[in-house]
């Protein structure tokens, strides 16, 4: 094996992918959001692309210095003026100055450098308001019953609402994360159910507008619609659904016009 190609080649993979990882954590919120939403990113959440950069980068800089190893007469070259070895080359001094500017500037937060940070905690900051902060810090990893003590809700009501969306729970020593995790949804819509007020609406005569990109199970957070019924309903007319698959998808997985769909739903919850 040529050991000089495999290190040049691996040096080249691994900066694109780092490429990519450092793109990602330049945009997406801090982790106590992500985990909040249980956000992700071509399969990966925020601790795993955390993880991936910090790997990747040890992994380049370790092929870095055996690239230098390989190349060290032409790096020595880069060095020399008029045959003879010098360190400090226009060339070098002007790599220093640039490297220096930019490690200093960062530091003190001085324009340019401070603009391409200020850019980046703007999209975050962006992406936080959308997606929603926690109550308080790490709350996903609270059990429910602290939860409910620390943002003063009532046990009991919290364990009603929920049973009541067939949110499956073990036991209120159960953290956020692990009862989302078992519902297949994140932290944060837990929370919503619970904060919830407990009068829902009646599904309207008419298709309401929004409802394509609507799971069964997230229409049924905002109206008041037995699921199971629902299901059964459609099941009787040879249609195939499921409570967390999304109301256009179900039209068209099943060849009907989401009027037609809805208008069944609708007449489920009549009987």
Not at 233 to 245: P, Q
Not at 255 to 260: N, Q
């Amino acid at each position: 094996m040529k050991y000089q190609r495999f290190v040049s080649l691996s040096a080249l993979l691994s900066f694109v992918v780092l490429t990519l990882s450092s793109g990602v954590l330049y945009f997406i919120p801090d982790r106590k959001v992500t985990a909040w939403t249980d956000w992700s990113f071509l399969g990966l959440d925020k601790q795993q692309w955390d993880n991936l950069h910090i790997n990747l980068g040890i992994l380049f800089l370790v092929l870095m210095f055996w690239h230098i190893y390989f190349n060290w007469k032409p790096i020595k070259n880069y060095l020399k003026e008029k045959k003879q070895l010098k360190i400090f080359t226009k060339e070098f001094n002007r790599a220093f100055i640039l490297v220096t500017l930019f490690t200093v500037g960062t530091i003190t937060m001085t324009i340019p450098f401070s603009i391409l940070v200020n850019v980046g905690n703007g999209i975050k900051a962006i992406n936080a308001l959308e997606d929603g902060n926690p109550p308080f810090g790490y709350a996903e990893y609270s059990t429910l019953e602290d939860f409910c003590t620390i943002t003063s809700l009532d046990i009991n009501e919290t364990l009603t609402k929920l049973k009541s969306e067939n949110i499956k729970i073990s036991s209120t020593k159960e953290t956020l994360k692990s009862i989302a995790k078992t519902n297949g949804i994140s932290p944060k819509e837990i929370f919503l159910i619970i904060k919830a007020k407990t009068t829902k609406f009646e599904l309207p005569s008419d298709i309401p507008v929004g409802i394509a990109h609507k799971s069964l199970k997230r229409l049924s957070f905002e109206y008041n619609i037995n699921i199971g019924k629902a299901i059964s309903h459609l099941n009787y007319y040879g249609i195939k659904a499921s409570v967390d698959t999304n109301f256009k998808k179900i039209a068209m997985e099943n060849k009907l016009h989401p009027a037609e769909l809805y208008s069944i739903i609708l007449a489920s919850q009549k009987k």
